[in-house]
């Protein structure tokens, strides 16, 4: 059974931090490219970050630049996403996406909530 499980989420004071884990099953993820996406209510799912299959090459949306590293163990087959500096706008569902050319798979999402 392929399975993402996403995990780490939960509540969090602007400029806390969190790290999101992306525990994979039923498959290798060593060969996928690995992503983070988040979607907040009301508006459309959206790209975080993304790494390479061996984690050489990294990319991230504008908005976490230099606040989020997004990391893989393809030892422990699982992805990381380091968040830091948080802010309010950064609430939202976040899901961890496997992709090899056009097979994809989802996470279930893990719950962000950034509040005072």
């Known amino acids: 059974q392929v399975q993402l499980v996403e995990s780490g989420g939960g509540l969090v004071q602007p400029g806390g931090s969190l790290r999101l884990s992306c525990a994979a099953s039923g498959f290798t993820i060593s060969t996928y490219v690995m992503s983070w996406h988040r979607q907040a209510p009301g508006k459309e799912r959206e790209l975080v970050a993304e790494?390479?299959?061996?984690?050489?090459?990294?990319s991230y949306a504008s908005f976490v630049k230099g606040r989020f590293t997004i990391s893989r163990d393809n030892a422990k087959n699982t992805v990381y996403l380091q968040m830091n500096s948080l802010n309010p706008e950064d609430t939202a569902v976040y899901y961890c996406?496997?992709?090899?050319?056009?097979?994809?798979?989802w996470g279930q999402g893990t719950q962000v909530t950034v509040s005072s």
């Open positions: 996406r496997s992709r090899l050319q056009e097979l994809q798979y």
């Open positions: 790494i390479s299959s061996g984690g050489g090459t990294r």
